[in-house]
């Protein structure tokens, strides 16, 4: 069964068309990630979910009923925000089963999820703290919390690590993929940090401008996007391109090269001026100049490179990518 | 930056200009606190000195409490003040929750509208407003002088209040959304408490000049019955005579509800937003 689908959906906000034609699957039990750049429309898509923005035009069903009239609380589905937004004038307690208390749950349901949710969460200590007592990673779980109790059909997440600090962001994120694990319940999950898309999703949606660019599962992406854009901002360091003019004479064509994919080889086809050496430890980061274009190759291991040292690159086989200039994608 | 906050010179400067306004705000409630427990011949021989046995005097309080019916006129007051600043603040903050909140044609028109009554002043419609309430037989009613402080109350309401519910988070009120509030819930129960201190601010605004208006009072409700304590302590001053025990006793009895209204209300301005529902 589908947990949502999403056919020929567009929002505009009076003459500003933020979702175009979007058209979306999404299976029981995944976890999708929607990643962009900022202002891509990323929220408005959640929201249009949710239920709390109508749709222009389109249609959205949720577990294969239409929901386009349905309001939020109707939809079976559980939303997570990036500012928390608990109520301040309830407890932890009070928080978690106030949705429940609507539906009109029995008291003996009511506790008994709550139980469970605190459980998963460890959350035990807290149930009669007041939201302003609690530290930011805490807010977050409780608002996780909330959101597992209505046992809904699709979990909502728009960003709900972003205000969090890196350490406290690895321990969350680790216990949402938990929790997916635990739940098996389908999940879209809302980021710009495509590490953190990479890590969770069985299914990226990449958006740019409101359109769809590419949907895949991380590695299919990673290992064959669409077109430059997907490319370029999935990967860390990101893609390098160049002319690819650079490495064969007269090539017109964009030339895509993933930072691990460059080599070192004295008889490689581009020579570079090092500009700065990041040591990581395990790898390290040499970011040089080819002409006027900056590259990054990504060496594993220590190396020792001064900045101005002359260098060859080669390319691993097969690792290169070409892009016409609109961008699209070319396969040889 | 931080040096010159603790700066013990700044310190001091600060706290001397702020102790010199507050003398300079509180002496006339001084004087007229002081000279009304003094008896007529001492207010004028010596107006700023303190009552002493001798020029000790309850006369002004004791024509107050024989003359008209005080309480009443207190009485009246009161619930004119109350009821009025009630209703200020439901309209007000319903209609600033609906202007901000909702996206519908003519939003930005009934704003504007509803902003317009704070550049003119209602006064100016004090004829109009009387025939008005000839008409549907007001006159003399305390519902009279309600509905006009309503109505004169109302513009700076909507437009203080409307612009501190655009900052209520969104994400709270859709979290509210989403767990199956209605949208009653949602204004009553998240979006006033977290604007509370704006109501407060309003409130103070507002009651003061309700409080002290002797317009209306006289124009909508002259009666006996409807007397306000502003326009009854008027009987005490005439074109000739004054009674001057009896205007300052009246006058120091009408401080003490405003200043426990506004002690209510300042509370709710210095407790601030309960913190800690986003971010
Ligand atoms: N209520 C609104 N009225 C008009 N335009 C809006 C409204 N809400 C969002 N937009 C516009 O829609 C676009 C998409 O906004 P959205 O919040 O979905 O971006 P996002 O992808 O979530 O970005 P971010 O990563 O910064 O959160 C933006 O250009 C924004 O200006
Ligand atoms: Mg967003």
Not at chain 2, 254 to 270: E, G, K, W
Request: hydrophobic share 45%; with cysteine.
């Amino acid at each position: 069964m589908t947990a949502l689908t999403l056919s020929n959906v567009n929002k505009s906000f009076g003459a500003v068309h933020v979702l175009k034609d979007i058209n979306l699957e999404v299976e029981d039990g995944e976890f999708v990630v929607f990643v962009g750049p900022s202002g891509c429309g990323k929220s408005t898509l959640l929201r249009v979910i949710a239920g709390l923005e109508d749709v222009s035009s389109g249609e959205v069903r949720i577990g294969g009923e239409v929901v386009n009239t349905t309001p939020p609380s109707k939809r079976g589905i559980a939303m997570v925000f990036q500012s928390y937004a608990l109520y301040p004038h309830l407890n932890v307690r009070k928080n978690m089963s106030l949705a429940l208390k609507q539906e009109r749950q029995s008291k003996e349901v009511i506790e008994q999820r709550v139980a469970e949710a605190t459980r998963m969460l460890n959350l035990e200590d807290y149930l009669d703290r007041y939201p302003s007592e609690l530290s930011g990673g805490q807010r977050q779980r409780v608002a996780i919390g909330r959101a597992i109790v209505r046992h809904p059909k699709l979990f909502l997440f728009d960003e709900p690590l972003s205000n969090l600090d890196a350490a406290l962001r690895m321990n969350t994120r680790l216990e949402i993929a938990n929790l997916h694990q635990q739940l098996k319940t389908s999940m879209i999950y809302v980021t710009h940090d495509q590490s953190e898309a990479m890590t969770l999703a069985d299914k990226i949606v990449v958006l740019k401008a409101g359109r769809i660019e590419q949907v895949g599962s991380p590695m299919e992406l990673y290992n064959n996007p669409a077109n430059k854009f997907v490319a370029g901002f999935l990967g860390s360091p990101a893609m390098n391109f160049l002319p690819a003019g650079l490495v064969s004479e007269g090539d017109e064509r964009t030339l895509g090269v993933r930072p691990e994919d460059l080599v070192l080889a004295g008889d490689g086809p581009l020579k570079v001026t090092v500009q700065h050496v990041e040591q990581l430890g395990g790898d390290t980061n040499v970011i040089a100049r080819i002409d006027d274009h900056q590259i990054t190759a990504r060496l594993f291991g220590q190396h020792v490179v001064q900045a101005g040292t002359e260098l060859s690159f080669g390319i691993a086989d097969g690792k290169s990518f070409y892009f016409d200039k609109d961008g699209a994608r070319l396969r040889a | 930056m931080h040096k010159a906050r603790t700066n013990p010179f700044n310190t001091a400067a600060m706290h001397g200009a702020l102790i010199l306004y507050t003398l300079i705000a509180l002496f006339p409630v001084f004087v007229i606190l002081i000279n009304s427990f003094k008896t007529r011949k001492a207010i004028f021989r010596e107006p700023l000195a303190l009552p002493s046995a001798d020029s000790f005097s309850m006369v002004g309080y004791q024509t107050v409490m024989k003359q008209g019916d005080f309480f009443l006129y207190f009485q009246n007051s009161m619930i004119v003040t109350v009821a009025s600043l009630f209703l200020v603040l439901l309209f007000g903050a319903m209609a600033a929750f609906a202007l901000s909140e909702y996206r519908f044609k003519g939003n930005m028109l009934m704003g504007l509208y509803l902003a317009l009554g704070i550049m003119i002043p209602i006064r100016i419609g004090t004829v109009a407003i009387l025939e008005m309430m000839v008409a549907s037989g007001l006159v003399n009613t305390l519902t009279a002088l309600i509905l006009v402080y309503t109505a004169q109350g109302l513009p700076l309401a909507v437009f203080i209040l409307s612009e501190f519910m655009r900052q209520v988070s969104d994400d709270l009120k859709n979290a509210g959304r989403i767990d199956g509030l209605s949208e009653y819930t949602i204004f009553f129960r998240l979006v006033l408490p977290l604007v509370r201190p704006a109501m407060a601010t309003v409130a103070v605004f507002n009651m003061i000049p309700i409080w002290n208006d002797l317009w209306f009072p006289l124009i909508l409700a002259p009666s006996e019955e409807t007397k306000t304590l502003t326009l009854g302590s008027q009987v005490f001053i005439g074109q000739f005579v004054t009674d001057w025990n009896a205007v300052l006793s009246a006058l120091s009895m009408a401080i003490l509800p405003v200043l426990i209204l506004y002690v209510i209300f300042s509370r709710q301005l210095i407790r601030g937003i309960t913190s800690g529902a986003v971010k």
